[in-house]
């Protein structure tokens, strides 16, 4: 390695001797620094999050209570509609089974369709009692029937 560095000329020796210590700091920043300054950031994301759950768990502890939903007005049809409409999704068909409602949808996003049942159960008080998922041809996209009922 020395005889190497010899043979080469002033020039480039001193080229050598500035580049190889600006290749170890760049080496050093992109495979050590900035790493650990995305485990940082990360980590401090998850403690922020963990103290909005532990403040909300603290809040909820403090007041026991729980919240009741009011009674629905509506009948269930008529807030399956709404929120369906409001979801932009296309319901195909609406049987009342006992105090529920039997509903298919055709080709419809699953991430949509999770959402607007969550959104039904909080916002409408209508929970799942049943559900039948069938896989469509397209990525993420699904067929589905369900038995929705009073969340009361």
Same mark, same amino acid.
Request: hydrophobic share 55%; net charge negative; aromatic share 6%.
């Given at each position: 390695?020395?005889?190497?560095?010899?043979?080469?000329?002033?020039?480039?020796?001193?080229?050598?001797?500035?580049?190889?210590?600006?290749?170890?700091?760049?080496?050093?920043?992109?495979?050590?620094?900035?790493?650990?300054?995305?485990?940082?950031?990360?980590?401090?994301?998850?403690?922020?999050?963990?103290?909005?759950?532990?403040?909300?768990?603290?809040?909820?502890?403090?007041?026991?209570?729980?919240?009741?939903?009011?009674?629905?007005?509506?009948?269930?049809?008529?807030?399956?509609?709404?929120?369906?409409? &409001? *979801?932009?999704?296309?319901? $195909? @068909?609406?049987? +009342?089974?006992?105090?529920?409602? #039997?509903?298919? !949808?055709? /080709?419809?996003?699953?991430?949509?369709?999770?959402?607007?049942?969550?959104?039904?159960?909080?916002?409408?008080?209508?929970?799942? &009692? *049943?559900?039948?998922?069938? $896989? @469509?041809?397209? +990525?993420?996209?699904?067929?589905? #029937?369900?038995? !929705?009922? /009073?969340?009361?």
């Amino acid at each position: 390695m020395t005889a190497w560095f010899a043979r080469l000329s002033l020039r480039e020796r001193v080229m050598v001797a500035a580049a190889v210590p600006l290749a170890l700091l760049l080496i050093l920043y992109q495979f050590a620094w900035v790493p650990l300054q995305d485990a940082r950031a990360a980590r401090l994301d998850e403690i922020a999050a963990y103290r909005l759950v532990t403040g909300a768990a603290a809040r909820r502890a403090a007041d026991p209570t729980p919240v009741a939903a009011p009674a629905p007005a509506d009948p269930i049809a008529t807030r399956v509609t709404q929120s369906a409409e &409001a *979801a932009g999704l296309q319901l $195909r @068909r609406l049987e +009342p089974e006992g105090t529920g409602l #039997r509903v298919t !949808l055709d /080709d419809v996003a699953f991430a949509d369709l999770m959402l607007w049942l969550a959104d039904m159960q909080a916002t409408y008080a209508v929970r799942v &009692a *049943a559900l039948e998922v069938d $896989r @469509r041809p397209a +990525p993420g996209i699904v067929s589905t #029937r369900l038995l !929705l009922e /009073d969340d009361v």
